[in-house]
């Protein structure tokens, strides 16, 4: 079996559409993936309704946390998979999360106008399928030819961590997050905890801690890991009896890994779909 789970459409900040991401999965030879997109469930209606014959779907979301490692706040993101979508406290703290992006998003276009840049919350929100979001601020960057890439958008010099059009965002911490996806029935993996190349990451003391709290599994084969860093964490999943799992983070061409790019083994898949109890893997 081939299966990504970690994956991304229009419904947040990928430029693929929730039906045809499903169907290009099929294409790419997976037999599973799942749609996580950033805190919401809103492609998954979508991708289930187009789903070819032979693939599986597992629902899921990749939700915006932090953790306060003393005194410096550190943004995370937790992968929920198969969690209950009507459940109302965790479906409450996403759709803030949501509605705070926006309006994050919409102060960073005023940020941006007020100094001169051609950049309008118009043609931002027309580039986002979705919810609007960060991302989209820096497309329209990008398109406007202010900077020569999305990641370069995010540099201090424009919209990243501490840069002049920065504004923070709300987000649940780490520990409200685990404790919202286990009352769902969901299970949870931390995506990509060592990628020290998207900014500061936490040490193995933080996740023996999450793994306390009711973390489940690791995201350890990620195209933003090397290979020391996947061998530590191969070790800490081991010893902490944690799921490892690998997936691709698919967004489409404003990333280069392409689907498949990372997998998961079938027994870890089994573990994490045994483990969970608000949902269960969609099939046609």
Do not use: N
Request: aromatic share 4%; net charge negative; proline share 6%.
């Amino acid at each position: 079996m081939r299966i990504d789970l970690h994956t991304h459409s229009t419904a947040s900040d990928g430029l693929v559409e929730p039906a045809d991401l499903v169907r290009l999965a099929a294409d790419s030879g997976l037999d599973v993936i799942a749609l996580t997109d950033h805190d919401t469930t809103a492609g998954l209606g979508r991708a289930a309704a187009a789903l070819p014959a032979g693939l599986t779907l597992v629902p899921g979301a990749e939700i915006s946390c932090f953790v306060d490692t003393g005194g410096r706040s550190v943004s995370l993101h937790v992968l929920a998979y198969l969690f209950d979508q009507a459940e109302p406290a965790f479906a409450a703290v996403r759709a803030a999360v949501r509605d705070h992006r926006a309006v994050r998003a919409r102060q960073m276009v005023d940020l941006l106008a007020a100094d001169g840049h051609p950049v309008t919350w118009e043609r931002v929100s027309a580039l986002a399928a979705g919810t609007v979001g960060r991302p989209h601020v820096a497309a329209a960057l990008v398109e406007a030819g202010l900077v020569p890439s999305v990641s370069a958008a995010f540099s201090r010099e424009w919209i990243g961590a501490g840069g002049p059009y920065w504004v923070g965002k709300t987000q649940p911490d780490v520990w409200e997050t685990l404790r919202l996806i286990r009352g769902a029935g969901g299970v949870s993996v931390f995506a990509h905890p060592f990628a020290s190349r998207r900014g500061v990451t936490v040490g193995p003391d933080v996740i023996e801690r999450m793994a306390r709290a009711g973390l489940a599994g690791l995201e350890i084969d990620h195209p933003d890991h090397d290979a020391d860093e996947r061998r530590r964490l191969r070790r800490l999943a081991a010893d902490l009896d944690l799921i490892p799992t690998g997936s691709s983070d698919y967004h489409g061409s404003s990333k280069p890994q392409p689907l498949a790019a990372e997998t998961t083994s079938p027994d870890a898949y089994e573990r994490l779909v045994t483990a969970a109890t608000g949902a269960v893997p969609i099939t046609v």
